[in-house]
């Protein structure tokens, strides 16, 4: 293993999180606040470390296998989180440095779980309202892929880091180099979430929400600067822009790329695309047809709430408009369901990923037909291309530790004496990187009242869910330490 690629590229890392907190700590002083010392002390902090941690492997052999990659990637979210945690402690913020690492984690996760309640919320300093939400901005598309599009030197072994933290069993690559696609990827992103500081801002917004909020939605994270979320603005334009933006964040990037050069077809022709809409208009149409019939809803607001909230929930952002937990049985039943769904392949959005669950009906499907006709050789077809039997094989053993984890986690949560509604809601919500969940931490609640026990292992489970399991669980594999 070369140790030495591993200290400079954290070294490295390190660093990038230092600038990010230079950043926050002038948004402080503009707002005369006096976070920004603390923001400046832990700048220094991390430019010290990583300073030393790159300078003491400046020589060191500039190769990059896949042991390191994973290294590299499972350990730069835990090290930004570990820093990242202390605006929060010195601010008072947050004065317990476990709720400060779990909003954290929940900020670089994308997840938006919050030990914060509507009125902490509210009373928050701009230079941390600023802090949470350019976490979860960073988190969106990757701290491994902004820095593989500012980092040079990343380009070596670039592929091994891209592969582990990028979602979904596929990794697009917009052109032949890792760089060059780390860039197109990061370009997308900060022109739509420019594109959105604008509309909400003409939607009535202040320009500082407006870019909090813009930050949030293309990283489908969900932290919101007003403790009622944006059921706080009120306002059917500012809905319709945010759930305009969480569709596209949730999309895969690559078909954004494609819009932008005006390749329409390769957009309609995407198997993923047409069951990620599919799924937003069933589930959407589901809901709307109970509120108006069940809850007696006016019709174009139910349109509006359950578009809201399906968005919301299958993008995995945890925006919300109404507390969802309030409606009828079947309603609360189809919000879980949509919090395993998840967004596409390529995009911010975490879960499972409409590709897999597509993929695994195709199996499905095909495994009935080959009952009928064994000796038939009946390829699994995705885009007009063959899957082969390793990537079915792949999601598969995915999905299966996807809801093995989701069961024992609900056990251990449970453990604490929680009911089942809650300790499932919570372990759903964060392995999923959704934000709320169902029982006692849905929209109108928060992670606050868990004890610390329960917090560190959400957060390892947001950790796990955003990195895809795998990138994880290997690092706990003897297998992995010996090769």
Known sequence: MNKGIIFFILGRLLIVEGVFLLISAAVSAIYGEQDYIYFLEIALINFIIG??????????????????GYIVVGFVWIIFSLFGALPFVLSGAIPSYTDAFFETMSGFTTTGSSILNGIQIDNLHYGIHFWRSITQWIGGMGIIVMALAIFPLLGIGGQQLFVAEVPGPTKDKLHPTIKQTAKSLWGIYILFTAI??????LGGMSFFDAVCHSFTTMATGGYS????????????YIQYVIIIFMFLAGLNFTLSFYALKFKWKKIIQNEEFKFYVFFILIFSGLITIFLVFLHDKEVFKSIRDSLF???????????ATVDYTMWKGFIVVLAFILMFIGGSAGSTAGGIKVVRILLVIKNIYLELRRTIHPNAVIPIRYNKHSVNQKT??????????YVLTFVLGTVVISAFGYDLDTAMGAVAATLGNIGPGIGDVGPASNF????????????????????????ILVLFSKSFWKA
């Open 51 to 68: 300073g030393l941690s790159w300078f003491s492997a400046r020589n060191t052999e500039r190769k990059l296998g896949k042991k390191e």
């Open 196 to 201: 959105e500081v604008i509309l909400l801002y």
């Open 225 to 236: 600067t007003k403790g009622d979320s944006i059921a706080y603005y009120d306002s059917s």
């Open 309 to 319: 909230q399906v968005v919301s929930l299958m993008t995995t952002t945890g925006f």
């Open 392 to 401: 079915i094989n792949n999601i598969m053993a995915f999905i299966t530790i």
């Open 448 to 471: 606050g009242f868990f004890p610390d026990t329960a917090k560190w292992f959400l957060s390892f489970l947001m950790l796990l869910g955003r990195l895809e399991l795998f990138t």
